[in-house]
């Protein structure tokens, strides 16, 4: 019975951590894709990287480049704000 319980545990944990590394590797790809985008942004740098790293992790990629290029990514073309305008940078 033990022995079922310390497997278990084993499982869970593992599970766990791996579900974890998953996670910040998303978070650290996006932020590295979202400062190459943000790199020359007309607006607030801080704002473009903010609208960005949402749009990364609703769509889970960033176009190329500095602009444009917004159909490599369709989800996070379409993506829009309040006012109906583009959302991503």
Do not use: W
């Not at 190459?36 to 801080?46: I, P, Y």
């Not at 749009?55 to 829009?80: A, F, H, I, M, W």
């Amino acid at each position: 019975m033990k022995m079922l319980v310390v497997v278990q545990f084993f499982i869970i944990s593992l599970l766990l951590t791996s579900s974890f590394f998953v996670l910040s590797s998303a978070d650290s790809s996006c932020g590295g894709k979202c400062d190459v985008r943000c790199s020359k942004a007309d607006r607030q740098h801080e704002e473009c990287l903010k609208d960005c790293n949402i749009c990364c992790q609703k769509c889970n990629c960033v176009p190329s480049g500095t602009y444009g290029n917004k159909d490599e990514c369709p989800c996070y073309r379409d993506l829009k704000n309040s006012k109906g305008e583009s959302k991503c940078p």
